[in-house]
């Protein structure tokens, strides 16, 4: 929801100080951060023996279905027997299936290409190159700076819907989060960005977001703006 990244050295650590489990979800972070895309753990260089239940999706990076737990064998046995999910749950269908093994596949580079490299690299570079033209533009952005989650804040539930309402009226599709789902106050456009995009596309959204923050008085990072506006933002 904010675009962070969890700080999971000084999270482990406080593990181990109170022996306590580790509950890590990799939703947006699995194909998406790390040199390899294998998520947080390898972003922030740690060891996945560190963490006793790792979930995550398969809806995002893998373009398929479903989701996945992973964890000692004992704690995953007993999930699959007692879980009422498990136990009532339907098994995946073969396509979907065979739609996450190609993807893991080619993130693993066990195609033979170097097209899992190639895109993670260029997920970080549509990402950083979003996020500071977003400031440039005058936009107050949540988030860290690799993550390709970027929260703009819109602050009021009236002025985020407007936004949305606008981009949409000029064949730009954003998400709105508002309350319940946010602080009253911190309501927020969201944008989700993609190995997929190109620099042509990225641009174009830019554009049109200016041009509707400009009418909808959203642009709420103006004073930030003027650090970044004699800086040249390469792609």
Same mark, same amino acid.
């Given at each position: ?5 969890? #700080? ?5 650590a406080?593990? %181990?100080?109170y ?7 990799e ?31 398969l809806t ?7 989701g ?9 046995d007993?999930l699959r027997? %007692?879980s ?11 396509p979907?299936?065979q ?11 066990k ?5 899992g ?5 260029q ?9 500071k033209?977003?400031? %440039? ?8 700076m690799?993550?390709?989650v970027v ?5 009021y ?11 949409l ?5 954003t ?7 946010? #602080?009253?106050?911190k309501?927020?456009?969201r ?8 620099k042509e ?6 554009n ?5 923050a400009d009418?909808?008085?959203? %642009?709420?990072?103006?004073q930030e ?11």
């Amino acid at each position: 929801m904010e675009g962070t990244i969890s #700080p999971l050295p000084q999270v482990i650590a406080l593990k %181990k100080k109170y022996k306590a489990y580790l509950f890590l979800d990799e939703a947006h972070s699995i194909g998406a951060l790390g040199r390899t895309g294998r998520g947080v753990v390898e972003y922030c260089g740690c060891s996945p023996a560190d963490v006793d239940i790792m979930m995550g999706t398969l809806t995002k990076s893998f373009a398929a279905a479903g989701g996945y737990i992973a964890g000692a064998k004992q704690l995953i046995d007993h999930l699959r027997v %007692k879980s009422h999910d498990g136990v009532y749950g339907m098994a995946m269908s073969p396509p979907v299936v065979q739609q996450v093994i190609s993807s893991m596949s080619i993130m693993m580079g066990k195609d033979g290409s170097d097209e899992g490299q190639r895109r993670i690299k260029q997920l970080i570079r549509n990402t950083h190159y979003f996020r500071k033209q977003l400031k %440039k533009l005058g936009f107050l952005t949540y988030g860290h700076m690799d993550s390709p989650v970027v929260p703009c804040v819109m602050f009021y539930c009236t002025r985020s819907l407007h936004f949305i309402r606008e981009t949409l009226n000029r064949n730009l599709a954003t998400v709105g989060v508002c309350y319940p789902a946010t #602080p009253l106050a911190k309501c927020r456009a969201r944008f989700c960005l993609s190995a997929g995009h190109t620099k042509e596309q990225l641009d174009w959204a830019l554009n049109v977001c200016s041009q509707v923050a400009d009418i909808s008085n959203t %642009k709420y990072g103006m004073q930030e703006a003027a650090e970044w506006r004699n800086v040249d933002i390469i792609y």
